[in-house]
């Protein structure tokens, strides 16, 4: 399916929360601001993960609860492209859509947001809430002695519980809270030493149609070659380790001219084992170099933790 961009025609898709609507106007603004002659109206969709928000991703079926409803509005001719949070992609898209675009990554780190300590000050028994596996390990191997509290919703959502006094502290991602204003909440900033990001975090996608060349060229503009080539590392490691949400695997990749520098974990579900690895190589080769780390995390023990939780084990 084809078409020519024209005014008030390039419609784009998005979940409903604050964030996803954050995202997708401030897509449609630079669209609209690269492209004379290009306009381009929001459209709204409802995604299975936005309507069931009382159970943990991973025991409802993971990243694709977040793009499944968008894909088939894509694929139906309903919108033009669908903005999502590259986080919440999974690798492996539907038969005929692409990633059009990568745009320029926010701050992909972690943050605590809580009554003013940090983690490491936090007493025995404090009640941190996140929605996330890959960070309740992460806590765990270092915090050992507090509860790690499942926590859904949007980014509203979530605060308000925090300062309903449900949780001592919760984890977000820094990007969304400082694209939806939210800055001057951040207690702490977590170092990627102490918790390693999510793979693609706070960074934007954009999908179409493989066939709408007017819609790629259009939404191309926006394509970071940085972050492209970081989180095609990233993602690489994601798809040679099979992962979900049920699953704690990070990985963070940086780049320059000429280098990429990857480091991954993985991790049981408990964070008792915590296994690291990194990788380098040229930009240019940036999905082997994923490929490379997510072998060398399987060979140093992450084989083990991967069956483990596959045999339902921690």
């Not at 519980?161 to 702490?188: Q, S, W």
């Not at 939404?219 to 992962?243: C, F, K, N, Q, S």
């Not at 008792?272 to 490379?292: F, K, L, N, T, Y």
Request: proline share 4%.
């Amino acid at each position: 399916m084809s078409r020519t961009p024209s005014p008030a025609s390039l419609r784009l898709g998005t979940r409903g929360s604050a964030l996803a609507m954050w995202q997708a106007e401030w897509t449609r603004t630079a669209l609209e601001r690269g492209e004379p002659g290009v306009m381009a109206a929001v459209v709204t969709i409802r995604t299975t993960g936005d309507r069931i928000t009382d159970v943990p991703l991973a025991e409802v079926g993971g990243k694709g609860l977040f793009t499944k409803e968008l894909d088939e509005a894509l694929l139906d001719g309903r919108i033009d492209a669908a903005v999502h949070s590259l986080k919440d992609l999974p690798f492996d898209l539907p038969a005929g859509l692409l990633l059009a675009a990568v745009c320029e990554r926010e701050d992909p780190r972690d943050a605590l947001v809580s009554d003013g300590r940090t983690l490491d000050r936090m007493p025995t028994g404090a009640r941190i809430g996140t929605s996330s596996m890959r960070r309740r390990a992460q806590i765990l191997a270092r915090f050992p002695d507090v509860e790690v509290m499942t926590l859904r919703g949007n980014v509203d959502t979530r605060l308000r519980k925090l300062d309903d006094g449900a949780y001592d502290g919760i984890i977000l991602a820094a990007a969304g809270l400082k694209r939806l204003g939210h800055a001057g909440r951040i207690t702490e900033i977590l170092r990627p030493e102490v918790m390693l990001p999510a793979i693609g975090q706070g960074a934007l996608a954009i999908v179409c149609r493989a066939a709408d060349t007017e819609t790629r060229q259009a939404v191309g503009m926006l394509d970071d070659p940085d972050t492209r080539a970081a989180v095609t590392a990233e993602r690489a490691v994601m798809a040679r380790l099979d992962g979900s949400c049920r699953i704690p695997i990070a990985a963070y990749a940086v780049t320059d001219d000429v280098t990429l520098r990857l480091e991954g974990l993985i991790a049981s579900l408990d964070g008792a084992r915590v296994v690291s690895a990194r990788s380098e190589g040229p930009r240019a080769d940036a999905g082997a170099v994923g490929r490379h780390l997510a072998e060398r995390l399987r060979a140093s023990g992450g084989e083990e933790i991967l069956r483990e939780i596959a045999d339902g084990g921690s």
